[in-house]
């Protein structure tokens, strides 16, 4: 049984409508159905009130939705890959806009300090994006086989 179909079964055993579901849990009648229709998927903290609020356990809930776990999973990644592209962003402007800023000022010890660490930051910044990148790619290889 899915979550969509296991959230169904529990507001109907609990004699709940679509609308009273959801003042439980701070959503839509519309959000619960789009539950129940497996349009949409609770975030994991709905889930476990929902898990706490009834009774039941998160692995009744999740075990047997492989999709939903995948889709939580994938959410989880992309989130990830979200945070690791502002981190390469950071360093390789951060690292670019100071090397560009010391062509305009004058030869000076600091001047060439600040040179050094604007190209290690850019270098970073290009070295995280490798691995970045290599990551991106076996998240769709992966994908692609599943």
Request: charged content about 25%.
């Amino acid at each position: 049984m899915n979550v969509g179909n296991q959230i169904l079964h529990i507001r109907k055993e609990q004699q709940l409508t679509q609308e009273e579901f959801g003042r439980l849990f701070h959503v839509t009648r519309q959000t619960v159905s789009n539950w129940e229709n497996e349009k949409s998927y609770p975030d994991l903290q709905t889930l476990i009130a929902i898990s706490s609020q009834f009774e039941i356990s998160l692995d009744t809930l999740l075990k047997e939705d492989s999709k939903m776990v995948r889709a939580m999973d994938k959410e989880r990644i992309l989130g990830t890959i979200k945070h690791e592209k502002s981190v390469i962003d950071f360093f390789t402007g951060a690292g670019t806009g100071i090397t560009a800023s010391c062509l305009f000022s004058p030869d000076s010890a600091v001047r060439t300090m600040a040179v050094i660490a604007g190209l290690v930051m850019t270098g970073i910044g290009w070295y995280k994006k490798s691995v970045y990148d290599k990551r991106v790619l076996d998240y769709i290889a992966d994908d692609e086989e599943a």
